[in-house]
């Protein structure tokens, strides 16, 4: 890699890329900087934008990413969570656990709101924790609303303005199933944050996040009564309260992303497990019959979550009614309209691009050349495609485990070589003659395309040099 090349990278900040490119080791997905890596999934990213419209314009919209494991289903919901926080979206974020279910006693399914409002993030506070500033932002812009008008900050008729005007943004909030109270903690909110009660503004923080087991201890307190409290039974119409509110404060509306749904899947009590699918099936309903305006669900899972008739969201008939494929729905046919994306397999172009990109930010990071060239890239690429079932099972997860493997030992080992890091699992194939590393491959290379003949393994499409690699 020529020093040249380098001058056409953005340049990354320290902070984002360290951590990003520690995540890809780990194998897990980077919760900052994920635009830097994001090849391919243009047609899925246009069809969660399109949602993103859609909840914008008031409606209300639910999606299910399915794909194995490693495929790329977090680190698509989070590319579209930092696109969501772009556009002036609210967004939040939780993975199910055994202790965070969407259905469940004992807090279970309480803790997932909990977890949402933990990392509740706008565009200012795009690392969660962002509920007080989103109030304050609020109230503050209330404020100049009024000031702008003439009256003096200090005087009683600014106070009776902008009371008049929390009332009313709120007002409509009200008829929302638990918006008597949410509106009235809120407005408890505005009144602590002027009169710099920081108590009362605390009391009303825990009571939004959901962190009073009972209506005594939340009215000890606030100092008031309440007549319901946040908990495992109504989590859900509060989550419906902020997307409304949402756009109530000047935002576009709420973005909730809750990934490992597969915990859902392990759930062995049968009772349970379709309590919880139960309650998938109420936000399918609401968010596509215009119950819940300004939500946006995204929900992320393996295709046996999705399709197990015994145990899966196929097991429950109202679901799988609603969210089994088409008898039209032929195999090499795309319908990303549908409220099921399957993740497609990356095509070698695109791993090869992935593989390209990280090598170009790890010398960016280090400020020195990993020494790798193209040509030993496709051939990496093919030692990948090698193993048996690689050509429609490989994931980015496990290949770029493997290749910043690679990356750290030659630059902690100066004397190493490509071939010797690699050699000892594999015999390399010569990349080919100049200019062309592969042969060109088929357009398919999803979960039904050919398998290579005559145990040849499947090649790299074709040579890249470092500028066709758009960074």
Request: aromatic share 8%; net charge negative.
């Amino acid at each position: 890699m020529e020093s040249t090349e380098q001058n056409d990278i953005p340049q990354v900040p320290r902070r984002i890329l360290t951590s990003l490119l520690a995540s890809v080791s780990a194998g897990v997905v980077p919760r900052a900087g994920a635009p830097y890596l994001a090849i391919g999934r243009t047609d899925e990213i246009s069809a969660l934008l399109s949602d993103l419209e859609l909840v914008n314009e008031g409606g209300g919209s639910m999606r299910f990413l399915i794909g194995r494991y490693g495929s790329g289903k977090s680190f698509l919901m989070q590319l579209i969570r930092g696109y969501a926080l772009e556009r002036g979206f609210l967004a939040a974020d939780a993975d199910l656990s055994p202790e965070r279910r969407l259905y469940g006693s004992g807090g279970s399914g309480v803790a997932t709101y909990r977890e949402l409002m933990k990392n509740l993030a706008s565009k200012s506070s795009p690392d969660g924790g962002a509920l007080p500033r989103i109030l304050a932002r609020w109230i503050t812009g209330l404020q100049a609303a009024v000031a702008t008008e003439g009256l003096p900050t200090e005087g009683e008729p600014f106070a009776a303005e902008l009371n008049r005007r929390v009332l009313s943004a709120l007002q409509e909030l009200e008829f929302l199933v638990g918006g008597f109270d949410f509106a009235h903690v809120i407005t408890a909110y505005y009144r602590a944050y002027t009169d710099g009660d920081e108590l009362r503004k605390s009391a009303c923080l825990r009571w939004l996040r959901g962190e009073f087991s009972t209506k005594t201890e939340a009215r000890q307190e606030l100092g008031f009564a309440v007549s319901v409290i946040i908990d495992d039974e109504n989590w859900y119409d509060f989550l419906k309260l902020w997307a409304a509110a949402a756009r109530t404060m000047g935002y576009r509306g709420l973005v909730v992303f809750i990934d490992e749904c597969v915990n859902l899947y392990k759930i062995t009590h049968r009772v349970s497990r379709e309590n919880n699918y139960e309650k998938i099936l109420a936000m399918f309903n609401d968010t596509l019959q215009g119950r819940a305006p300004g939500l946006a669900l995204i929900l992320a899972g393996t295709p046996q979550f999705l399709e197990d008739t015994r145990r899966g969201l196929f097991s429950y008939e109202a679901l799988r009614s609603r969210l089994c494929d088409s008898r039209f729905a032929l195999e090499g046919f795309k319908n990303l309209i549908g409220p099921v994306i399957r993740l497609r397999r990356l095509s070698d172009d695109e791993l090869f691009a992935l593989i390209a990109r990280v090598t170009r930010l790890y010398a960016q990071n280090y400020g020195r050349d990993p020494g790798i060239t193209p040509e030993q890239m496709a051939q990496f690429l093919q030692i990948c495609l090698r193993r048996a079932g690689a050509d429609s099972m490989i994931t980015p997860r496990e290949m770029l485990r493997d290749y910043m493997t690679v990356l750290n030992i030659l630059m902690q080992n100066p004397d190493a070589t490509f071939g010797q890091v690699v050699g000892s699992a594999v015999t390399l194939t010569p990349a080919g003659g100049a200019g062309e590393a592969a042969e060109e491959a088929g357009p398919d290379t999803g979960p039904g395309a050919a398998a290579p003949q005559d145990g040849q393994p499947q090649q790299a499409r074709r040579h890249y040099s470092p500028d066709e690699i758009d960074i």
